[in-house]
Nanobody, 125 residues
Framework: QVRLVESGGGSVQAGGSLRLSCVDS????????MAWFRQAPGKEREGVAA????????YYADSVKGRFTIARDNSKNTVYLQMNRLKSEDTAVYYC??????????????????WGQGTQVTVSS
């Protein structure tokens, strides 16, 4: 497994921005995809965005498309999630994940075997 450590969560007003970071332990040979998931109180975990580590191809949930940007910097073993125009419904604990994706829905959590501890994002309206 890969150790993942998230940072960058916090509180922001609606319309504001935050950038989340996730550093992995360096075992990048063991995964080809990284993703961000989130879980709001009383709701199931949902995939937000994913990125292929080889070429930075990005994929987004419809709910964040056009507002969030995911990117991987292989030189820093870090994946970022830039979140703009935040809404109150974006409030959740955000988790970084790494795995080996082959086929199917890339934001399906079953593709991911390593998870971070989570970072809280709170958006007030």
């Amino acid at each position: 497994q890969v150790r993942l450590v998230e940072s960058g969560g916090g509180s922001v007003q609606a319309g504001g921005s935050l950038r989340l970071s996730c550093v992995d332990s360096g075992s990048s040979y063991s995964f080809n995809t990284m993703a961000w998931f989130r879980q709001a109180p009383g709701k199931e975990r949902e995939g937000v965005a994913a990125v292929a580590t080889a070429d930075n191809s990005a994929y987004y949930a419809d709910s964040v498309k056009g507002r969030f940007t995911i990117a991987r910097d292989n030189s820093k073993n870090t994946v970022y999630l830039q979140m703009n125009r935040l809404k109150s419904e974006d409030t959740a604990v955000y988790y970084c994940a790494a795995g080996s994706y082959g086929e199917g829905k890339i934001l399906d959590s079953t593709h991911y075997t390593s998870w971070g501890q989570g970072t809280q994002v709170t958006v007030s309206s």
